[in-house]
């Protein structure tokens, strides 16, 4: 089983609908977790971090289960500009190191 | 300018070469990491740093060696490239005392064709 799994995508949406990632990882002892952005052959940007009550930031929803070991991210009124890959990412609470999904790749549409 | 730069963004060498991928950082931030990038499998840790001092394998860290010349500078060799190198290749920086987070903060990236 892969540390951090992904919907593998891609995800073809037209501008305006609401699209939904999820993930799920391994170790239950991960205690940060993050949403990056990527576009194509750009390096990866954090998007947002994902804590335990929730959090918004405009029109991007993160929330966490951490019983189930899952996170989701939601995007609301899909834009143009939000084509790109969606990593999800996890820390090993080990020795400081992030794990990297494999990304769920987004397309928006006119 | 960008706070974290890596040297160069594009090279084609051949197999045999030794290449070094070089990176520098302007954030202040004391952990480095070398990632490389396929088509599929996301991003893969070659070798990380906590500090100067500090040098750490990976999961992929076979045919790789690194250098952590100073706070700002971790270099990434391959000692003899392989056409299975072939990959885009990322150095990252975080400081979780600097920024109370583990975040880590992405150089431009380097592509590399091993011929």
């Known amino acids: 089983r892969k540390e951090v799994e992904q919907d593998p995508g891609p995800f073809n949406v037209p501008e305006g609908a609401t699209v939904a990632f999820n993930c799920t990882y391994s170790n239950s002892a991960s205690q940060s977790f993050f949403w990056y952005r990527q576009d194509c052959r750009k390096e990866p940007k954090l998007l947002m971090s994902?804590?335990?009550s929730g959090n918004e930031d405009g029109r991007f929803t993160a929330q966490l289960n951490r019983a189930s070991q899952y996170i989701s991210l939601l995007i609301r009124d899909s834009k143009l500009s939000d084509s790109a890959t969606y990593l999800c990412v996890v820390n090993d609470n080990q020795g400081g190191k992030l794990i990297f999904g494999q990304g769920t790749e987004l397309s928006v549409k006119p | 300018d960008a706070d974290v730069t890596q040297t160069p963004r594009n090279r084609i060498t051949k197999t045999g070469k030794r290449i070094m991928l070089e990176c520098s950082q302007t954030?202040?931030?004391?952990?480095m990491y070398w990632y490389r990038q396929d088509p599929g499998l996301g991003l893969r840790l070659i070798y990380y740093s906590f500090d100067v001092k500090d040098i750490n394998k990976g999961e992929i860290s076979d045919g790789y060696s690194v250098s952590r010349q100073a706070q700002a500078k971790f270099s990434l060799s391959l000692e003899s490239a392989i056409p299975n190198q072939t990959a885009l290749y990322f150095c990252a920086t975080s400081d979780l005392r600097l920024e109370n987070t583990d975040t880590q903060y992405f150089g431009p990236g380097t592509r590399l064709t091993v011929l």
């Open positions: 954030k202040g931030h004391d952990r």
């Open positions: 994902v804590y335990s």
